[in-house]
């Protein structure tokens, strides 16, 4: 026990030095029409030690399940994701020496499954992402591991408080800005751990920001939170890393002003729109964010309402590149993006 203990007070040192050689992510201005009177900023959680926004929550569930006594030294632990977490997870696993298997839908991109694998993970794919959950928690019976069921955690492992967390580290680095108190915030759903953190952050830190969540086709959560149903199911998105089949545990409607379906062929165009305007080519649920927050800016503006909405460049592009940015791959899932890209491209050069 002694050494057990000794192991898992070592682990979260490795995970606290990992954040201390971190520097915070930056906070990119996005350029509107200046008649808009509205500013719109990235947070560029594409700048993390493993590439995405959920290198935060890997973190959070990992030191959950250190203190929880759930990981030891040498127990596997195992996940279910849509590609993005369990990159980060596999890297937090080697970091502390601990085996790790993804599972994951069969759509999941190539270039994902690769990254975890060099990072010493174990890829275990299956049909539809429906399907990860039960698969998850089968293997880790099955090897007497951990499942960290992000889906579930994800809410309850982040320190919404602050300690650093998405929510504080946006609302420090707006103090300077014209309009320091965002009007908007704006998130995809996944999880929905990461719109949970914001909202209850922005109510706890008494200011009057509202929560906007950008939900693809497909998904259940713009009906779980129009309806106040849980009991909600869909089809499944088609942007990876955000939407699901069903309402996850982690999604919390009622702290949540607004959830909006976004096409899915919008998300895509979006996410061109935002690498020629930042220079750096993200993944499409950063599309799926800019196309919610254009609308919203849209709408202030038409209100004469000035004020400031932020949003997140969730993941790199290069994740995609034989996926959403090929463009053989979008015209075969039958996604026509030209005239979403025109209508963007017009929107932002009026």
């Not at 971190?22 to 947070?43: C, E, I, M, N, Q």
């Not at 299956?126 to 928690?137: F, I, L």
Request: net charge negative.
């Amino acid at each position: 026990m002694v050494s057990n203990r000794r192991w898992t007070t070592e682990a979260i040192r490795e995970l606290t030095a990992d954040s201390t050689r971190s520097a915070d992510t930056h906070l990119l201005r996005f350029a509107l029409p200046r008649a808009w009177g509205v500013d719109l900023y990235f947070k560029d959680e594409s700048s993390h030690p493993t590439g995405s926004l959920k290198h935060r929550l890997a973190k959070s569930l990992f030191i959950y399940g250190l203190v929880g006594g759930r990981i030891h030294e040498h127990t596997t632990v195992v996940e279910a994701s849509s590609g993005s977490t369990a990159v980060s997870e596999a890297y937090f696993a080697q970091l502390l020496g601990v085996p790790f298997i993804a599972v994951m839908a069969t759509s999941t991109s190539r270039r994902k499954i690769e990254l975890i694998e060099a990072y010493g993970g174990r890829c275990v794919l299956v049909a539809t992402a429906g399907e990860v959950y039960a698969e998850a928690e089968r293997l880790a019976r099955e090897c007497d591991g951990y499942y960290l069921d992000q889906f579930t955690n994800a809410a309850v492992a982040t320190d919404w408080r602050g300690n650093n967390n998405i929510a504080r580290s946006i609302f420090d680095q707006m103090a300077g800005e014209r309009h320091p108190e965002p009007t908007w915030i704006v998130a995809g759903a996944g999880t929905g751990g990461t719109s949970a953190t914001i909202a209850r952050y922005a109510r706890y830190a008494g200011t009057s920001t509202r929560i906007a969540v950008g939900d693809p086709e497909g998904s259940a959560f713009e009906e779980a939170w129009r309806t106040g149903r849980r009991d909600v199911t869909a089809r499944g998105s088609r942007i990876e890393g955000i939407g699901r089949p069903r309402v996850e545990a982690s999604f919390l409607p009622d702290v949540i002003d607004l959830v909006t379906t976004v096409a899915d062929a919008a998300s895509i165009a979006g996410m061109h729109v935002v690498a020629e305007k930042l220079g750096r080519a993200p993944g499409p649920s950063t599309g799926t964010n800019l196309v919610l927050a254009l609308d919203l800016a849209r709408t202030m503006a038409a209100k004469g309402e000035a004020g400031s909405i932020v949003t997140l460049l969730c993941d790199g592009g290069d994740r995609y590149s034989d996926t959403y940015y090929d463009d053989g791959w979008v015209a075969a899932q039958g996604f026509d993006i030209e005239p979403h890209l025109a209508e963007l491209r017009e929107r932002l050069d009026a």
